[in-house]
């Protein structure tokens, strides 16, 4: 295969002056989709629709949240949802935004744009957990049309759940997704740290290098490791030897403390437990439609649940909860790192069966705002 070529269009956001903001910055708004496809969401999608609809309510307290519905499901989705929530009808492939939606960007002049990342389904034709993806695919540039922000298509195959940013230059992403062949072939490191600086308006990456085990994303970040603050990395931590997210977690570790951030920085590690191992059951298996072979969740399989997989917005923060023991000492740790915000502990597995959690259902969009 040919090696991986970037090329650079016009303008890059950071050259106009944009940069993506942190999340516990100023947030203008909240985007979500509407599930509804029952080979990824199980019976009919109807408990991750309330799931879902539970959570943009919720988000709704905080922030204005647009979702986005098919034609056939606008009306139920409308029915569902707190008045408050905009609900605009999109085709979709799945309810992935984080994945699909725009990456914002704010400059200091007030102005808004919009990343539009290349979507693959998580892996190509290769690895990719389903086939089309052409409508999700096309939701971030609709989306930069809805906001009128200023476009940029990027040059690159990559999710919104494989970064995080600290507003101040730094990006924390998984070699295990952006290097992997399955989205960029033939794409270098730097070429990779070059785009993404360009694109996010970013200096410095860090990288770790797997994610969670059983993440079907191949290992995004935001189900690993985010930033808390500038300067702070919560990290998903398990201290069961026989667990193979332990050698994960003890790498993970190790290359932060070896880091240091744009600002120059050292990084400081908080440990968040991983929750009580949890499994597909049999009930829960038996709910999905076998239409697609590349979607093939089996009873007993692992659920790649972590409690990182939050969403900070204007004061607040939520997280998912998962009816288990390790659910109280994940709202402790996060009250700690979070004392000024109000902590939402959302029950969260039926989102959790579709293979994410509430950060990647979800994609904020920045307050943009003149200096
Ligand atoms: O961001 C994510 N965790 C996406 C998971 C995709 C699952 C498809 N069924």
């Known amino acids: 295969m040919a090696a991986h070529t970037l090329i650079a269009p016009c303008e890059t956001p950071r050259a ?21 496809r029952p080979d990824t969401w199980r019976l009919g999608a109807k408990p991750a629709q309330a799931a879902f609809a539970r959570l943009a309510n919720t988000i ?10 098919s034609a ?39 102005r808004l744009g919009a990343i539009d990342w290349q979507f693959n389904g998580w ?5 990719g957990l389903y086939f089309p993806w052409d409508a999700d695919d096309a939701v971030a540039a609709k989306m930069c049309d809805l906001e009128r922000a200023r476009h940029f298509r990027a040059p690159l195959v990559t999710e919104g759940g494989a970064i995080h ?15 992997n062949a399955n989205r960029n072939p033939g794409l270098t490191r730097a070429d990779a740290e070059a785009c993404l600086c360009d694109y996010l308006g970013a200096s ?18 935001d189900n690993l490791a985010c930033f808390v603050a500038p300067g702070v990395v919560l990290l998903a931590w398990c201290d069961d030897p026989a667990d193979p997210h332990y050698a994960v977690s003890r790498a993970a570790e190790a ?24 499994f597909l059951t049999a009930e829960e298996a038996g709910g999905l439609d076998r239409t697609n072979p590349r979607l093939s969740a089996t009873a007993g399989d692992r659920l790649a649940a972590s409690y990182v997989n939050f969403l900070i917005v204007n004061g607040a923060v939520i997280a998912p909860a998962f009816g288990v023991p390790t659910d109280a000492a994940a709202e402790a740790i996060l009250t700690g790192l979070f004392p000024t915000h109000e902590i939402v502990m959302l029950p969260s597995r039926d989102i959790l069966l579709g293979g994410g959690n509430i950060h990647c259902v979800t994609q904020q969009q920045p307050t943009a705002r003149g200096a």
Do not use: K, S, Y
Not at 60 to 69: D, E, G, I, N
Not at 255 to 264: F, M, P, V, Y
């Open 16 to 36: 106009a002056g944009f940069r993506m903001p942190a999340e516990w910055e100023p947030q203008a708004g909240c985007w979500m989709a509407w599930p509804e």
């Open 60 to 69: 709704a307290r905080f922030a204005p949240v647009t979702m986005l519905a």
């Open 72 to 110: 056939g499901q606008w009306g139920n989705a409308v029915r569902q949802l707190d008045p408050a929530v905009r609900v605009v009808e999109m085709t979709t492939n799945d309810a992935w935004l984080r994945d699909t939606g725009a990456t914002f960007v704010i400059d200091d002049h007030g």
């Open 123 to 127: 892996g190509g034709l290769t690895d």
């Open 165 to 179: 940013v600290d507003g101040q230059g730094t990006i924390l992403t998984t070699e295990a997704c952006l290097l």
């Open 204 to 221: 410095r990456v860090i990288w770790l290098a797997d994610g969670v085990p059983d993440d079907i994303t191949g290992g995004h970040v």
């Open 255 to 278: 290359r932060l403390l070896a880091a240091c951030d744009a600002q120059g920085r050292p990084i400081r590690v908080e440990r968040m437990p991983m929750p009580t191992p949890m």
